[in-house]
């Protein structure tokens, strides 16, 4: 046996009659090991597959135009010294589809592209066809797919994922390890599996999670190991930041190489800015994130799940930095609602926010709803529980037995999942108010040192505590406007405006416009 230069891969009988092939010009038999070999092909022998692909004349692609697709996926896929475009090129010189897999690759080639710029419609619409496609085949139909179906549903599930609809991801993400197992597919089982981890981390269920990296295949040495290992690597630091192991998270992160999977950016700096514990790391991370951002085309950088992961992450690093106001903005698209795995990581974040102004009835009716809709996202069920029971213990028709009660059940959750982190949406004198108001021995000494060392003090910034007529009233003065021009802006009387501003100085402890202007621009409002 022999190595390929190219490589460094062993190549056998089989490899060398594959070259014989492309020699003799035996194109039908190039084809045919092409579709029965492709899955070993692309793990093991990358260039070979390359070689084999790429020799193909243009009459054999007319007659199999699954291949002139397969053709750019390959040589995006395995070129590692060369910079990558996050682009499926060649979708418009392939010729129409003959079979049901030239239609399903054409229609993944098309996801692909429009999941890479941004046009996340446009992938979805593509996703639903191929689905569509495969689910009415029939048995025989299906059964010639057995060889591709790892590589074409784990595209499926990339624009699932992306697109922000986690549980369609999952499920095509289990369908794509499933088909992996049943061809020996190695790299598709580690990029599966890792992909499930990762997704599970993100919800929460981090039980699941954890089955899911116990079942990554060894890939010592593999060519592909890098890029089949990231979301691996994410849910691996998600798990430690979980658990309050930051130390152990950052060396983690730091393991994590982008070559190849460069569209994964988001999620990796979300992870930086979790693990930000002071201000200079924050600016760092902040710096990289905008840098970053910057070159991407203006439709990615508004799209989706990596959107919001931005959004998430400049939340964070503000937050770290002191300047609430700017980290109020970062997370001002993300729609809080209940109905979305982001829109209710929003609405966390707003009862946070409202928490950590004071504002406790605020804070409860935004979470609300999430003890009943986040049932399987254990992170927003914890968080929503701790917010819960801090909104009861300062409701006085509550009672402190019901307070006790909400946070027993968000620790319940924590302990269960291992998940502390979630916990730390509480400012640090709410949590240590509710910890001291469990029973003896719930929160063991060891556990409450962790969660108050780790928790962060409540909002000093006097503008969050500010009504959205009083912001309205703030922005409209910021503008430089005179007091009758804001009552005439905001279709209310100069006397109204006149009241609101002597609520807002007190609010902010000032005395004129002028300190109310100078606290604006010092805390990031202007």
């Given at each position: 046996m022999t190595n390929d230069g190219e490589t460094g891969t062993p190549t056998g009988p089989e490899n060398d009659a594959l070259d014989d092939l492309v020699a003799a010009e035996d194109w039908a038999g190039v084809v045919a090991a092409l579709d029965t070999r492709w899955s070993a092909l692309l793990a093991n022998e990358p260039q070979l597959l390359r070689r084999a692909i790429t020799a193909l004349p243009p009459e054999v692609l007319a007659a199999h135009p699954r291949w002139a697709h397969a053709v750019e996926y390959v040589n995006r896929f395995v070129q590692n010294d060369a910079p990558k475009s996050t682009r499926f090129r060649g979708t418009a010189a392939a010729p129409p589809?003959?079979?049901?897999?030239?239609?399903?690759?054409?229609?993944?080639?098309?996801?692909?592209?429009g999941r890479a710029n941004g046009r996340l419609s446009d992938a979805v619409a593509a996703v639903r066809e191929a689905r569509a496609a495969v689910d009415e085949a029939t048995p025989e139909a299906r059964e010639q797919l057995v060889q591709a179906l790892p590589e074409l549903t784990f595209q499926w599930a990339m624009v699932w994922e992306y697109v922000g609809e986690l549980d369609a991801a999952v499920r095509e993400y289990t369908e794509c390890f499933d088909h992996a197992v049943l061809v020996d597919h190695t790299m598709m089982q580690a990029r599966a599996a890792g992909s499930l981890a990762w997704l599970h981390a993100l919800a929460g269920r981090n039980l699941q999670a954890r089955n899911r990296l116990a079942a990554l295949p060894a890939a010592a040495g593999e060519w592909w190991q890098t890029r089949a290992s990231i979301s691996a690597v994410f849910a691996q630091t998600l798990l430690l930041i979980d658990e309050l192991r930051f130390d152990e998270a950052d060396r983690t992160l730091?393991?994590?190489?982008?070559?190849?999977?460069?569209?994964?950016?988001?999620?990796?700096?979300?992870?930086?800015?979790?693990?930000?514990?002071?201000?200079?790391?924050?600016?760092?991370?902040?710096?990289?994130?905008?840098?970053?951002?910057?070159?991407?085309?203006?439709?990615?950088q508004s799209a989706g799940e990596s959107a919001g992961f931005v959004a998430l992450a400049r939340w964070l690093l503000f937050t770290a930095l002191g300047n609430r106001a700017q980290a109020r903005a970062a997370v001002a698209g993300l729609g809080g609602d209940d109905r979305s795995p982001m829109g209710r990581l929003a609405l966390v974040i707003e009862a946070s926010t409202a928490a950590e102004a004071?504002?406790?009835?605020?804070?409860?009716?935004?979470?609300?709803?999430?003890?009943?809709?986040?049932t399987a996202e254990p992170r927003v069920l914890v968080s929503a529980f701790a917010l819960t029971a801090a909104a009861q213990r300062h409701d006085p028709a509550s009672t402190g037995a019901t307070a006790a009660t909400s946070f027993a059940l968000a620790l319940?959750?924590?302990?269960?999942?291992?998940?502390?982190?979630?916990?730390?949406?509480?400012?640090r004198g709410e949590l240590a108010a509710l910890i001291a108001a469990s029973p003896a021995g719930a929160v063991p000494d060891a556990l409450a040192n962790r969660l108050l060392d780790s928790a962060r003090d409540a909002d000093p910034d006097p503008f969050a505590a500010l009504t959205p007529r009083e912001r309205a009233v703030l922005a409209a003065l910021l503008e430089g406007r005179s007091t009758a021009a804001i009552a005439e802006s905001l279709f209310v009387s100069p006397n109204t405006v006149k009241s609101q501003l002597r609520s807002i100085y007190r609010k902010v402890g000032v005395r004129s416009r002028r300190d109310l202007e100078r606290?604006?621009?010092?805390?990031?409002?202007?």
């Open positions: 589809p003959r079979s049901l897999l030239d239609l399903l690759a054409q229609l993944t080639a098309r996801a692909a592209a730091a393991a994590a190489d982008l070559s190849g999977v460069t569209e994964r950016w988001p999620a990796q700096k979300l992870l930086a800015a979790l693990l930000a514990r002071d201000a200079g790391s924050a600016l760092a991370v902040l710096s990289q994130i905008d840098a970053t951002a910057a070159a991407q085309p203006a439709e990615v004071d504002d406790f009835a605020a804070a409860g009716r935004r979470v609300a709803p999430l003890t009943a809709t986040a319940e959750l924590a302990r269960t999942h291992g998940l502390l982190w979630p916990l730390l949406v509480l400012p606290a604006a621009v010092a805390l990031g409002h202007a």
